[in-house]
């Protein structure tokens, strides 16, 4: 018997921030301020304060601060530093029992992403910008840049070009996020789970999105939701 689930007549599938949502605290600021010089306190504010510097140049900008000889060391530190919100894990064997794919969707850059990811063994799929060691600093290739791209033209990944590959009549699309960049998937989403400043931004806009301080929330509004399908499945 096939443990597959859908929701609607539509596969569901969930795309999930990393930096401040499956991470307790936002990983790029952790490795900055381990290893880059206090300028990058100031590139920090033009993007997120005084909004003056787009998110695409500002990842650029930071990661050129730090040397590429230092990969392993920063490799090493993220791997031994990083942690996952509670009930990460238990949401991620949920959603593989009930084969519903698992999207990674960051602005942060994989050397830093993957070595903590993997160290899960578990069937994600990761979306993120590409760090480059060729050079004598850290250079930034962004696979998901849109080439022309009418919305926020800020981001270095675009979540909502990712979303879009899932057309929402097959696709039962769940989104979990914590900030601005999280907007346009949760503005798209079937179900939308918010935290932190995505939840000022959600209700700016009365979006309905589900508030939760962990992993373990989303699980219980998720169990029950395909619980409550199966019940009603079973009774017709
Ligand atoms: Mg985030």
Redesign the pocket.
Known sequence: MSNSVLIDGRQPVIFC?????ITEE?VIQMVMREFAPSEWKRIVADILDHRTLSIKDGLSQLFGLLESARRDEITQFVIEQVRFRAGFQELLAFCAIRKIPFLVV??GVDFIITPVLDRLNAPLQLFCSQARFDEARIQIDMPWLPKACDECKQCACCKIRILEDYPVDKYYRITI???L??LGMTERADMAFARARLLDYASEKNLPVTPFDDFTDVLSVLSMHLESLSFTEARV
């Open positions: 921030d990393y930096d401040g949502t936002d960051s602005g996020g914590d900030s960049t999280d």
